[in-house]
């Protein structure tokens, strides 16, 4: 009989040159499948880019050691492929069990592995107390052990979670780790978690109304974890959400922000850009947006003022040649700042270009590392959606960021004291004081501002 000769582990691979930690967002093979050299396994999430992991090797999924939504440093081991073996080897074994018929006795799905989490409705858990095994037997040879992940087992066992009680939130009910953490939450005094976890969930228990839980998802694409006293709900945050969350504490943490604004005379730039915006979007086939007019004056202000366009690393400033300008870009339920390489030497056409490319591939989940890498400046369009102030956080470890407001008409006093009703745009920076002073920070603004001003209808879009 021929065994599993090897089973080499799988690791978590740097995606990207800072990137230093991945999240398992989602698996793409479960224990058991057939793998192909290449197949994609996994999706990972980092702060940059979702992305697919790729099999090194041809063989079976033997043991998957991370669960979903849970994050690693890069080189950690995610899971284990046995190559080289038969039907009866230990792995195909296994993998016939996982399988199988994933059908209970009772009729209820056969969990294995899966995403988000939830526990039975409460009125249906106390139905089924009387059925709980006695600890020393639910962790023995009676429990289907084949049926679950060898992670969500250990999990089971450390709290004395009977797996029978669970409906799995996976795909096709499988039960997943969270599924384990969350009943243990809501059941501490079911009898079967040991005592010493038991005591450490009353305070949470405490607060929560024995309204029965459901799963629901949200419009953010985050995942509703329970319903308190009926006015309130619990929200699980997807991995992207949890990743953003961790990447903007760090970044308000770790860098002294400072702030500062200025406002824009662009009536001169609003008047040329409807004059021009039908013959551009015949000719071009996208729209001419203002962004690419403030990209091109940041750009431009970047080459005048090189220390904004520098980052802080290792207790040093890291000057960049190249002005490689981000951009973000909002979906449903994540922010990605893709970037816009060299964007100084682009035209305005070129940059509405990039730009349009760059926003439809975010949205439609495409971008690719090399579009997210090397930024070395923010540009932040917060006037998109109506805003007319905000103070950015910074992308860390670039040294600045510009939010651009909304263009609003409003009465400005001119130079001569008369009146009149101009369009008028804040430019809101926040800065790293580490690297930058008022001073430097007060000139780059005024020669955004300035370059912004001059657009007028004798501009060259290409």
Known sequence: MERVKWMPDIKMPQLGESVTEGTIGKWLKSVGDPVSKYEPIAEVITDKVTAEIPSDLDGVISELLIGEGDTVAVGTVICKIATEGDTNSDASKGASEVKGDDTDKDGSS?????????????????????????????????????????????????????????????????????????????????????????????????????????????????????????????????????????????????APHAWTMVEADVTSLVNFRNTVKGDFKRKEGIDLTYLPFFIKAVAEALKRYPIMNASWVDEKI?????????????????????????????????????????????????????????????????????????????????????????IVKRPVVLQNDAIAVRSMVNLCLSLDHRVLDGWVAGQFLRAVRERLESFDLQTVLY
């Open 110 to 254: 056969s969990p294995v592995q899966g995403n988000h989490m939830m526990a039975r409705p409460a009125e249906s858990v106390k139905e089924d107390k009387a059925q709980v095994p006695p600890a020393n037997a639910m962790h023995g040879s009676s429990l289907p052990r084949g049926r679950f992940s060898p992670a969500v087992l250990r999990l089971a066992d450390e709290h004395g979670v009977n797996l029978n009680l669970l409906h799995g939130t996976g795909e096709g009910g499988r039960v997943t780790r969270r599924d384990v953490l969350t009943y243990a939450e809501l059941h501490p005094n079911d009898g079967s978690m040991p005592e010493a976890t038991m005591n450490s969930s009353i305070a949470a228990n405490e607060s929560m109304s024995q309204t029965p839980v459901s799963a629901q998802k949200s419009d953010n694409g985050n995942h509703v974890a329970g319903v308190h006293g009926g006015d309130d709900e619990w929200i699980t945050p997807s991995p992207i959400r949890k990743t953003i969350a961790k990447r903007m504490v760090e970044s308000k943490h770790t």
């Open 318 to 406: 890291v000057m960049h040649h190249r002005i490689n300008v981000s951009i973000a870009v909002a979906t449903d339920d994540v922010l990605v700042v893709p970037v816009i390489q060299d964007a100084d030497r682009l035209s305005v056409a070129g940059l509405a270009h990039s730009v349009n490319e760059l926003a439809a591939k975010a949205r439609s989940g495409r971008l690719s590392m090399s579009d997210v890498q090397g930024g070395t400046f923010t540009v932040n369009n917060t006037g998109a959606f109506g805003s007319v102030l905000s103070q950015p956080i910074l992308n860390a470890p670039q040294a600045g960021i510009l939010s651009v407001e909304s």
